[in-house]
Each structure stands twice: as structure tokens, then as C-alpha cells.
């Protein structure tokens, strides 16, 4: 079945550092991939989405780049705030082999940024 | 911009006691879905539907009952509590079709005791 695999947290950096979380996913089909963020006390909420290989998705600063060939999603960021701690989901969604909309979550991972 | 609503958000519950999570949506999206967090697990899904009146079993639904009667609500039934469902509960929906995002609700913290 399909499954997605991220590195655990948590991680720690300082303001300013670079971010790198890595993703990694297995699919019969042609997933879109998706990272989600999860701020304290909160729901899920879509940070950036990419859906099919090589697209680049964006926002806020963060990008993560559809990897076909290596079947990765890795999320980036070059210089982080405090305001970015939280803890990261990469997803995907299958429409091959999955009712649309179903979703595939990785185990999450924290990000702490301290000042 | 209500979204996805889920109530309540904070629940203490008894062994043995039933009780049913609401969650309701002013998107009109087909596609709705409960899932679980737990530590280092992620969101594991519960139950989903693709419309109303169908309901399908996702990767952990023992203990747990849904149904969809109209397009807006899904709620979720705890049929009798154990501790082993003390999770944080998020209820989400999305449109059906390719490269569409699902929308979550802020969760329901259960604890069972």
C-alpha cells in the first residue's frame, strides 16, 4: 500500500537556520504530495502541495520540490523564524489507488526554533 | 469562514461511556473524513465518506461508528469508551478529485479514563 515515511523530530535550530525535512513516499499510482502544518493547539492546515514530478510547490518561504526518481518531497526553508516552530506532516493522495481525497500522512515531525 | 467545525474540543470520558463527536462543513465538499493523532504516528483515518448516505472503514475503525445523512455533518460515535481511544480526534473534508487539500477542523482532545 501506499506510505510515507519522514524524519523524526524533533528538531531543533536556531532563528535564522536552515530548515530541511525530509519525506519520503511509496505509490502504485501518481500521488499528489502535499506537507501540512500544525501549529499548537490547532488543526492541520495546507502549507504547500505539488502534483505531479518536478513541480516546485511554495509558500511562506518553505518549498519542496516532487522527486520522482527518488520518490521525495523533502521540505525546505533557508532561514526560519520562531514563528515557524510547529510540528510538519507530509502527505499524499493516490487517485489511482485511493478514493479521492484520501490522504496518507507521514508520522509528523517537530520543528522547534528558538530565539 | 466557519470551514470545518468540530465539537467539542475538549472531552473526558469514563470506560465503558458512549458519546458522539460532531463535525460539520460549509464547504459543500463531498469527501469527509475522521482521523486520530497519536505520538509518533501521525493521523491515522477512522472512518470516510464520499457522500451522503455512504460510509466506508479506514485503516482503524473498531470502536468507532459513523454515519452521513446530509452533505454537511459526519459525526463520530465512540459505541462504548476504553482508554486505548484517548487520542486527539480530527475530523477533515475535501472535494473528490485529483490534487484537491483537505480542510481540518481545530480537533476534539478525548481522554478516557
Known amino acids: 500500500g501506499n506510505s510515507v515515511t519522514q524524519m523524526e523530530g524533533p528538531v531543533t535550530l536556531s532563528e535564522e537556520a536552515f530548515l530541511t525535512i525530509n519525506c519520503t513516499y511509496t505509490a502504485t499510482g501518481y500521488p499528489s504530495l502535499f506537507w501540512y502544518v500544525q501549529y499548537p493547539g490547532e488543526g492541520l492546515q495546507l502549507l504547500l502541495k505539488?502534483?505531479?514530478?518536478?513541480d516546485k510547490g511554495s509558500n511562506k518561504g518553505f518549498e519542496a520540490t516532487y522527486r520522482k526518481e527518488t520518490t521525495s518531497f523533502h521540505l525546505e526553508k533557508g532561514s526560519v523564524q520562531v514563528s515557524d516552530s510547529a510540528v510538519y506532516f507530509c502527505?499524499?493522495?493516490?487517485?489511482?489507488?485511493?478514493?479521492?481525497?484520501?490522504?496518507?500522512f507521514g508520522a509528523g515531525t517537530q520543528v522547534v526554533v528558538t530565539p | 469562514n466557519a470551514g470545518v467545525t468540530q465539537t467539542p474540543k475538549f472531552q473526558v470520558l469514563k470506560t465503558g461511556q458512549s458519546m458522539t463527536l460532531q463535525c460539520a462543513q460549509d464547504m459543500n465538499h463531498e469527501y469527509m473524513s475522521w482521523y486520530r493523532q497519536d505520538p509518533g504516528m501521525g493521523l491515522r483515518l477512522i472512518h470516510y465518506s464520499v457522500g451522503a448516505g455512504i460510509t466506508d472503514q479506514g485503516e482503524v475503525p473498531n470502536g468507532y461508528n459513523v454515519s452521513r445523512s446530509t452533505t454537511e455533518d459526519f459525526p463520530l460515535r465512540l459505541l462504548s469508551a476504553a482508554p486505548s481511544q484517548t487520542s486527539v480526534y480530527f475530523c477533515?473534508?475535501?472535494?473528490?478529485?485529483?490534487?484537491?487539500?483537505?480542510?481540518f477542523g481545530q480537533g476534539t482532545r478525548l481522554t478516557v479514563v
Open positions: 505539488a502534483t505531479k514530478a518536478d
Open positions: 477533515a473534508s475535501s472535494l473528490t478529485g485529483p490534487n484537491t487539500e483537505a480542510f
Open positions: 502527505a499524499l493522495s493516490d487517485y489511482i489507488t485511493d478514493s479521492w481525497g484520501k490522504f496518507q
